[in-house]
């Protein structure tokens, strides 16, 4: 029997271009908050990275508490897209902030300038706004190909922007007149891109009412009532083991995606040239974007997301394995490509992650009878901040380990080795662990049996 239909192709490019506001605040963020801190104002990598993860502290539960305060959320707009639309404002100041401490500070007022903006960012609007727009996808379809194809769109969106971002930032920070004033102009622009896109997003879909999520529980009688505190909340994600195992990959590509955007201090100390960043952006984000524009026809074409995946990130690790042997070669066209071929093998998860997601929130409602949308969506957040955060703190220890310093042209040997095992092994390591973990992660399969079992035809 064929799915129900919701949304028009301009809702799904609308709902996609949503990840260029998140990516104006991630991409940059993850790509040069270390080098403007450490090379632009001078402060010490470990203290930063100590710093960031410091400010994890205050993310512990804001992931889950902004889920559950978004399934609880009844407003004309719906549940998810007010949460969207008002928390950016707050991005977009505090994403300016960050890139905008006063050279003429104390040190320490730069740190806790630094701590307070960053902390702001990731543990109050940026988690608010990216836990509604994840959950966007369970809200406003309950079509699993228009899912797929949603979350396609917005992960092109996503890798096209972080592109972007990483290939015009250094140049746009010299063209307005390089420094710190260079930095804080060019976040200004950011922050405003990223708030209209946000909007436009926002208004772009419409969620469907409960009675429409619900129905299908409805025509079975297993409708229930969906009061449950922040603590029940938490107890419903921590038993879904597909949600442990998705936060875990989550988390490992975020700190993957951290050491890549090392890259810069590789490209300066290593390979002589900093503006090979940007080159290698493209061979990472081009075939990130191509893997995507067909990943709804190979989920169709094979079925489900399971195998497509898992194949997918065993080509990836292959690449990563490869991008190791080429760059003790010293060969920079065979680490492009074989980066390239990494990225093509990760494509797909990106694209159908949130649909995943949606998977294991009917997991939840499968085995615990509870809707939890929008609560289950703070994998994303959470991913985020704490493999990203996490990530940059400890690329930031490394760095410090090493011996770096800002103000030399010429690093030592300790840290040139430290910046070939940042950006050449750990990536390929941690593609090592997603496969596996990729390897136990069938919850389409999963759901099937439950339904035989319990006669219900779709929670979603």
Request: glycine share 10%; charged share 15%.
């Amino acid at each position: 029997m064929q799915e129900k239909t919701y949304l028009k192709w301009y809702n799904k490019v609308g709902y996609g271009s949503g990840d260029i506001a998140g990516n104006v605040v991630y991409a940059f963020l993850s790509s040069f908050v270390m080098i403007y801190l450490t090379n632009t104002i001078g402060l010490n990598p470990g203290i930063v990275g100590s710093l960031i993860a410091a400010s994890k502290f205050f993310d512990g539960v804001t992931d889950i508490f902004f889920g559950a305060m978004i399934d609880k959320t009844k407003t004309r707009l719906g549940k998810a897209r007010p949460w969207m639309l008002y928390a950016y404002i707050g991005c977009a100041v505090t994403l300016a902030a960050i890139f905008a401490i006063p050279p003429e500070l104390g040190t320490t007022a730069q740190y806790a300038w630094f701590f307070i903006a960053y902390t702001l960012l990731n543990a109050v609007f940026y988690t608010a706004n990216n836990i509604a727009y994840s959950a966007l996808t369970a809200l406003v379809t309950k079509n699993s190909r228009e899912r797929v194809q949603m979350g396609s769109c917005r992960f092109i969106f996503a890798f096209g922007t972080s592109l972007l971002i990483q290939s015009v930032t250094i140049g746009a920070v010299s063209y307005f007149g390089g420094g710190a004033a260079g930095w804080r102009t060019v976040a200004i622009i950011y922050s405003l891109i990223g708030l209209l896109v946000n909007t436009v997003s926002a208004l772009s879909v419409k969620e469907l009412t409960e009675e429409e999520l619900n129905e299908s529980a409805k025509e079975t009688g297993t409708e229930t009532e969906e009061k449950y505190g922040l603590l029940t909340a938490a107890k419903l994600l921590a038993s879904n083991r597909f949600y442990l195992m998705i936060c875990g990959v989550y988390i490992l590509q975020q700190v993957y995606g951290a050491m890549l955007n090392m890259g810069i201090y590789y490209m300066a100390y290593v390979l002589k040239n900093e503006n090979l960043y940007g080159v290698f952006s493209w061979a990472i984000n081009i075939p990130l974007i191509a893997a995507l524009v067909v990943t709804p026809t190979l989920v169709a074409r094979w079925k489900g997301m399971y195998r497509l995946n898992l194949r997918g990130y065993m080509l990836g690790t292959f690449g990563r394995v490869m991008v190791v042997a080429a760059g003790y070669i010293g060969s920079i066209p065979l680490m492009l490509l074989f980066t390239g071929i990494a990225a093509l093998g990760q494509g797909p998860w990106q694209g159908d992650m949130n649909a995943v997601i949606a998977s294991c929130s009917e997991y939840t409602y499968l085995t615990q009878k509870k809707r939890v949308d929008g609560t289950m969506y703070s994998c994303t957040s959470l991913g985020v901040k704490l493999g990203g955060g996490l990530g940059t703190a400890i690329a930031g220890w490394m760095l410090a380990a090493s011996g770096f310093d800002g103000t030399l042209t010429v690093q030592p040997q300790s840290c040139i080795n430290m910046l070939y095992f940042m950006y050449l092994w750990v990536p390929m390591l941690i593609n090592l662990v997603i496969t596996l973990i990729l390897s136990r992660m069938n919850v389409e399969e999963t759901n099937e049996k439950l339904k035989q079992k319990t006669g219900i035809e779709s929670a979603v």
